[in-house]
Structures are given as C-alpha cells and as structure tokens.
C-alpha cells in the first residue's frame, strides 16, 4: 500500500499499475518499500510444520488459550499449499500488550518452531528470525549430535544472529505414549515452556482443557496419551550447546534435485521454497503450459520411517506395488547381465515366472516415501524362522537413505520389462509395467492414487484424462509440480481439468474430437494411395486393437515421413490428425462428489450416449476434498458433516443405474 500512495503522490502518477508482483514484461508493477511496523512488546513466532502432524492446530489452540486466558492480545495466520496432508505448513503467531492489527505474515520471529527436520536440509527458516530469538528444534538425533548434523548454513545464522536453540524429540516422545506421528501436543507444551507467556501449571492446565475439548470423543485412553505428552513436552526439552564455530560442511540441498531441466530449478524450485511471489512475469509460460512428470524432482523426504526389501523372503507377488499410492515401490524382471553394474549390495533374486526369466529386483525410494506402511500391511511373505518379520520391514529413513538412494537410481537405469507377453489381469504381472503417475502430493496411504497409478500402468502411453475438480484434481494438477509422468519415449497421459459440474462432458467432448479427426483422417488418406502404397494405406484404414497399437504408431511414423516432403495443403492437413488414427483410451475421472451428485446430469447423459469413454469414479463416499461431507455415496447410518446422526437414506448405486442402459 505504501508504494501506491507514493505513486498517487507523484505529480503524474501513472493512470494503470501493478502492485505485488515484478512486471518485467509490461512494466505496470511499482516498487515498493520493506517496512516493519511490528511492536516490539509482542511475541512473534513462525512454526515450520509437516501437514497432518498437528501443529496448525495445536497453534490454533494456543490462540485461544493466550486470547482467553490471558491480558495478551493474539492473532494468528497460516499458509499451507494445496498439497494434501504431508506438505509444509506455516504458522505464523502473534501475542502482546497492545492490540493486533497486522493483517500480514511475521518477517521478524523471535520465536521460530522447527516441526520437521527435514526441512532444515533445504528450507532457509532461520532467515525469519531476529537476533537472540529462541528457537524449538524437533530432532531425531540425541541433543549432543544435533550441533554437528546442521547444516553449514544453518550453523551460520545461529552463530550470526546469536539464536538460542532448544531440541526435543517429538516423534520418539510421540511413539512412547503410543500416538506415533502427532507431535502436535509435545511441540505445543515445549513452546509455552520456553514462551513463558503463563505459568507452568496454568499452562498445562489449559493445554489439558483443550485437549479435551478437541479429543473428548475420540474416549479415555487417547485423552491419557495426550496428558502424557503434555507432561513430556514440558520436561523433555534441552539447551543445544553451540560450540562458538562451524563444523559443518553440508550445504542445503536444492528444492528441485536430482538432474532438473532449467525451467523446473529456475522457476518451480523457488515456488516450492514458498517463494514463487519473488519471481518475474518474464518467468512464466506465456500459454500457462508446465512441463509434466515433474514431481519425481521434489524429493520431499518426509518419512520418519520407510519400507525395507528382504528379497531371499519376497514371493514377487506384487501385492506392495499394487497398493503404494506414490509408486514409490517398483519392480522389474531384467537379464542378468543387466546388473553387471551394480552398487554393492543391490537386491535381486531369481524371478519365479513360467513366462519370464533373469532376475526379479524391487526398489524404493526413501525420499518420495511417505511412510504410510500399507506396503508393510499388505505384504503376505513372512519369514518362516521369524514369524514377526515380512519381505518388507520398516527402518528408519535416515539410516537407510544413502544405499536405498543409490539402489533406487540404478534401478532406473535398468531396462523395463516388454509389455508383450505379460498377463496384464494379474497382479504378479501388472506390477512390472511403468507408472506414469508417481509421487503425487496426495495423503500418506491415500485409497484413491493407487487406482491412477494402476490406469497409467495400463493405458498411460495413450491415456487422456477428463479429471472433475476434487481431491484427484488438486494433487494430479497441483501447482508447482505434477505426478503425471512420460516414458522414455516422451509419451504419457493428457490430463486436463474442467469445472465440478461438467466433467462428463467435457470428457466426451475430448472422445467427439478424436473421433472426429480420425474419421477426417480416413477421409483424406485414400487421396495419397500413391504416395502411401497400398499395404500402408490399407493398414491405416484398418481398425486395430489395443495390442496393435504400437504397430499403429510404427504406421503412422511412416506416414508422417511419405507426406512430409509434399506441399499439398490436403497433406499438411492429414499430418495434422494423424495421430488421431492411433487408438487413445479415454478416461473420465472423478470423486462422488461428482459422480453421485454435482456431475450426475452429465455422467447420466453421457453414459446414455453410448460413446466409446470411460469412467472411474474414486469412491471415499464423502466429500473429501472438502472435509469429509456427506455425499449420496454415503451408507445408510454412516456418520459425516451434514449427517453428524448418521445418514437417513441409503447410498445411490450408481452401478445400477449406469447398467440399466444395457450397452454400459
């Protein structure tokens, strides 16, 4: 604002501005001073914080217990992205003497929470804090090693800004009191005991108050474990002891790794640093298009612990690939001279197909894991000298990372299995196929990727998606990055996103076109008979199924090569619907939420219409996306927002009507 008041102040202030933004195109934005208006009385805090460990909503707590329960006056904001639980969250926390009117982000802490030591690897959080601030480190490592596994940069803003830096170990306190994984409570009491902003047993007191309120439903023994972990906050925190020099090397790692093209670690690193407002316009894609199978640089490692392959107890069944909802397990039958180079210590065993031979190998990546064990749960080989162990077995990331890193890039070096000859109706088989939907940002354990996934693996060279807004559109279309993939031949899945309300159709329009420019294609090739020959005009004109495909495209290479030369607009023309002669699998995608009640009008007429498309509605019957809203998926009895009695109607079957057409 201050920068718009210094333009209107000029003599001729310009008659159209930016504000905001760095117009480098253009040249409307105006610059603009950094001010501090923050009141030195008042306690600032930022907490950095892994999405679905609590801490949003334990600062929320803290809020009201400070606005309540004290003469302080408090305020709060919180930035998260559109990933879904698992991203990086801020909370951003104010509370004084005088009253609060900062409608803006803390630029100056003197309070910084770090929920997550993973981000320490790459993110710049010291940056926020003032000189002397206190800040609240959650350390997997015992307080005397924390000093030596910072990084180099990190060292140096503690010693320059002379941070005093407390440590605790929330996810091993977490896992004592049986509630692995939320911090929340731990990470709360430890902040009011370094704040000081009440009296210790007042403090407890209120936290304790507030628990109930939030997890009195959730029965007794929750509320214990969460008592427990307020006492343990309290006491478990330590003083890090800061020798006074740097003996770190490290340097933070970059947000986009592992070999990224210019434009994903130019422009997409800095919006996933939280710092996309800094860039220019100059940056961005004129057309808004974004590059795809770009998750696959972010490298998250937010896992505390991932799966482990025990190859000598594995049955290949592939039960582990099946249900990852990253892909981030993967396997592949190779020759064994395919290994010849491999890193010491590369998991492999003899592959038991009839089929196939050469040696069956499963790799996973520690970094893009989330943790979320369903791997672990749906794994049926166990160990027959010890019952208790699997084929999978969870470790900690941290020890495991650099070998399991190692086995995982040679691992995609290696060849993929052919496609021809696998069964692609088993599972044994289907979990040899490429994935061309990895990494998405969606919920550790998420129902809904491992369905995707499994549609890439199947059609994913030919794929078109039609995909309704909803949880599969915010983590297959999220901004900056995108789970939807390519092979090596730089084919993949078409994704595109339309409104709620009209994905039916907008799918079928997709299928319309297609098919219109196939039969405008068949159309124009028997004018090029000559040129063509016979034999390749006559395969072209032929309908061919999904396991000529690859034939298809060998076909229309050729005749992409005989037209090329000529100067015929009718030619031009033809080359430009050619690929509509290859056989795309079109697929509409959609929640229940869509499917069941926004979309329905839609879906019913287009199902109605007997056009050759797709359907797969990701059934959580709710609204998820939205909170877990009660949907016409939702069972008879079943409780959800808006039917917090539990549902008085019975769940639509949508299968049902869908079959009574007859052609569905």
Not at 70 to 98: C, E, I, M, W
Not at 585 to 594: L, R, Y
Request: charged share 25%.
């Amino acid at each position: 604002a201050l920068g718009v008041f210094e333009e209107l102040a000029k003599e001729r202030p310009r008659h159209g501005f930016t504000v905001g933004i760095v117009d480098d195109v253009t040249g409307t934005s105006l610059p603009y001073p950094e001010v501090d208006f923050e009141d030195p009385a008042s306690v600032r805090a930022v907490f950095f914080a892994l999405g679905a460990d609590g801490t949003v909503s334990a600062n929320k707590n803290t809020i009201k217990i400070i606005g309540e329960e004290t003469p302080l006056y408090a305020q709060g904001y919180f930035v998260y992205d559109s990933k879904k639980s698992g991203s990086r969250t801020v909370s951003h926390l104010r509370f004084g003497p005088n009253p609060l009117n900062k409608p803006y982000l803390v630029r100056r802490a003197n309070f910084v929470g770090i929920h997550q030591w993973g981000f320490l690897e790459r993110l710049p959080m010291l940056d926020v804090a003032e000189e002397g601030a206190t800040v609240l480190l959650n350390s997997p490592y015992p307080t005397e090693e924390v000093w030596d596994r910072l990084p180099k940069p990190v060292q140096e803003e503690i010693l320059r800004k002379k941070l005093k830096v407390y440590v605790v170990n929330a996810y091993d306190l977490a896992r004592q009191v049986g509630l692995p994984g939320r911090i929340n409570t731990i990470m709360q009491a430890a902040f009011f005991k370094l704040s000081g902003v009440l009296p210790e047993e007042e403090a407890k007191a209120r936290i304790k108050k507030g628990i109930e309120k939030s997890y009195g439903k959730r029965g007794k023994t929750v509320l214990e474990r969460n008592f427990q972990a307020v006492e343990l906050g309290f006491e478990a925190v330590e003083p890090l002891p800061i020798p006074g020099r740097i003996t770190s090397e490290k340097e933070l790692v970059p947000p986009m790794v592992d070999h990224p093209p210019a434009f994903v670690r130019e422009v997409l690193g800095p919006i996933a640093l939280g710092l996309g407002d800094a860039l220019p316009v100059s940056a961005f894609p004129p057309d808004g298009t974004y590059p795809t199978g770009t998750a696959r640089y972010e490298k998250r490692g937010i896992a505390e612990f991932v799966p482990t392959w025990d190859p000598k107890v594995c049955v290949q069944c592939g039960k582990c690939v099946l249900v990852c909802p990253h892909a981030v397990i993967r396997a592949k039958v190779v020759p064994e001279e395919a290994l010849a180079g491999a890193p010491e210590g590369f998991p492999h065993r003899k592959a038991m197909w009839k089929e196939l031979s050469g040696e069956f190998t499963l790799a996973i990546s520690p970094d893009d894991c989330t943790g979320c064990t369903l791997c672990v749960e749906a794994c049926p080989a166990k160990d027959k000298t010890n019952p208790s162990r699997k084929a999978l077995n969870m470790a900690p990331r941290l020890e495991v990372r650099e070998e399991m890193n190692r086995h995982w890039d040679f691992f995609l070096s290696l060849p993929e299995t052919p496609r021809a000859g696998l069964k692609l109706h088993t599972v044994k088989d289907v979990q040899l196929l490429e994935p061309l939907f990895e990494f998405p940002g969606a919920c550790a354990g998420c129902g809904e990727t491992p369905y995707l996934r499994l549609l890439s693996q199947l059609f994913g060279d030919r794929l078109i998606v039609a995909n309704a807004t909803g949880c599969s559109s915010i983590y297959g279309g999220n901004l900056p990055t995108t789970p939807w993939s390519k092979n090596k031949e730089g084919r993949g899945p078409a994704w595109a996103n339309s409104l709620f309300e009209d994905n039916a159709e907008f799918g079928l329009g997709m299928r319309l076109a297609l098919d219109k420019k196939a039969e405008y294609a068949r159309k124009l090739l028997p004018g090029f008979r000559e040129v063509l020959g016979e034999e390749l005009l006559a395969r072209l004109l032929k309908p061919v199924g999904p396991e000529e495909v690859e034939a298809r495209r060998q076909d229309v290479a050729l005749l992409r090569e005989r037209l090329g030369g000529l100067e015929d607009p009718r030619a031009r023309d033809l080359l430009a619907v050619a690929d509509a002669l290859i056989p795309h699998s079109v697929w509409i995608v959609g929640g229940d939420g869509w499917a069941y009640d926004i979309g329905y009008g839609g879906l019913d007429h287009v199902l109605s219409s007997g056009a050759n498309v797709k359907v797969l509605v990701l059934d959580t019957e709710v609204y998820s996306n939205t909170g877990g809203q009660a949907s016409k998926a939702t069972g008879l009895g079943a409780v959800a927002k808006f039917a917090t009695a539990g549902k008085a109607t019975p769940k639509k079957d949508l299968a049902f009507m869908a079959m009574s057409y007859g052609h569905v």
